[in-house]
């Protein structure tokens, strides 16, 4: 707008220069910014964006040193409305056709741009980076991290990306996969994975057996568990001189029952008591147990008369409540509700953190 212009005419920035044009949205403006760049490296930022003083040096030091990277970008923090790390899940060309796992803010090379033919403008519902990225790594080009915080993204109530509506995003997407098809199809089984990830959820559940020597992989059994009530047993047959187990419920933050424990052999069975198990939860409700991290424990010692018994199977009866993000929930309902004042403080500030993504 005329107000806009005037206040950009007056701040008399050196090498910078203003574009004014008819709105073409966001891929449009980019397009025309790179087309008037006069250098050979691009950083589309937007204004409510900040970089780092090195971003700009570290990253064209590499594009310079080698002609096959195509892009590099870098880790990046959140700030405004949220206050944090960003995640982003580490660049893979698995991860890449899943979903966008690099920022707009990356830089490439204007060849590069001009050869994948722009900044896609028929998407309109954003995505347009996402677009060029694939094109960039679909002609054979790299792409690179730097291991720094150099790029801030401003979280807003009203960013456009976060406020898609599934149809939306199911557009967009469309449009992705039929432009770069040849990429998806000769990767489909990363996409055929991930179905049948979808199609059948399961966790898995591990024993790993001492025999003097500690826990090591060479002496793990390991069993599905799905939620509800289930009996899962072990042979444990061919262990001998067994001085404990350690049993891993499951691989994710859960809350769980253990019911039962029982030591079977050609004897009598032998029940390890399940009110009082060492192990890695946070906290312990009669035999309720809630662990916030992604590697449960739970350590079975054998019993003084049982130790030189000779068992074949290690019994377990457990009921997986919930896992995942919603037993994280549920682990700081519990806390907060009060019945565990002792380890409130210090448990809900670790479980806070997971939920958050913060190590």
């Known amino acids: 707008d005329p107000q806009t212009l005037d206040i950009i005419a007056h701040l008399n920035k050196e090498k910078t220069r203003v574009i ?17 760049a006069k250098g050979d490296i691009i950083l589309p930022l937007d204004a409510d964006d900040k970089i780092d003083g090195n971003y700009l040096s570290n990253a064209v030091a590499l594009l310079d040193e080698d002609p096959e990277i195509g892009i590099v970008y870098s880790h990046a923090r959140l700030f405004g409305a949220v206050n944090a790390s960003w995640l982003l899940p580490n660049y893979s060309l698995e991860s890449m056709l899943l979903d966008n796992v690099i920022f707009c803010s990356a830089l490439f090379r204007k ?84 179905l049948v990830e979808v199609k059948e959820p399961y966790h898995t559940c591990k024993c790993y057996i001492d025999t003097g020597d500690g826990y090591t992989e060479s002496q793990v059994l390991t069993r599905k568990i799905v939620p509800g009530t289930q009996i899962l047993t072990f042979d444990i047959s061919s262990f001998q001189n067994i001085v404990k187990f350690r049993l891993d419920p499951v691989d994710c933050p859960a809350v769980l029952s253990v019911h039962q424990i029982v030591l079977q052999g050609s004897g009598s069975d032998t029940e390890v008591s399940v009110n009082s198990l060492k192990g890695s939860h946070v906290c312990l409700d009669g035999n309720r147990y809630m662990f916030s991290d992604h590697d449960p424990k739970l350590h079975i010692q054998m019993v003084k008369h049982a130790a030189h018994a000779s068992f074949t199977t290690l019994r377990c009866e457990i009921e997986l409540h919930s896992f995942g993000n919603e037993a994280l929930r549920k682990i700081v309902d519990y806390l907060a509700s009060g019945q565990k004042q002792q380890r409130i403080s210090g448990a809900i500030r670790k479980v806070g953190k997971i939920i958050s993504g913060q190590k």
């Open 111 to 194: 060849a590069d741009w001009k050869k994948a033919g722009g900044y896609d403008t028929e998407l309109v519902y954003g995505w347009e980076d996402y677009d060029l990225w694939l094109s960039i790594i679909k002609s054979g080009k790299r792409v690179l991290q730097l291991p720094y915080e150099h790029f801030h993204y401003r979280v807003a109530a009203d960013s456009m990306v976060r406020s898609l509506n599934k149809s939306q995003k199911v557009e967009s997407f469309k449009k992705i996969y039929l432009k770069h098809q040849d990429l998806f199809r000769e990767n489909i089984e990363i996409w055929l994975d991930r």
């Open 20 to 36: 004014s044009i008819k709105n073409r949205g966001l891929a449009g403006a980019r397009n025309r910014g790179i087309e008037e």
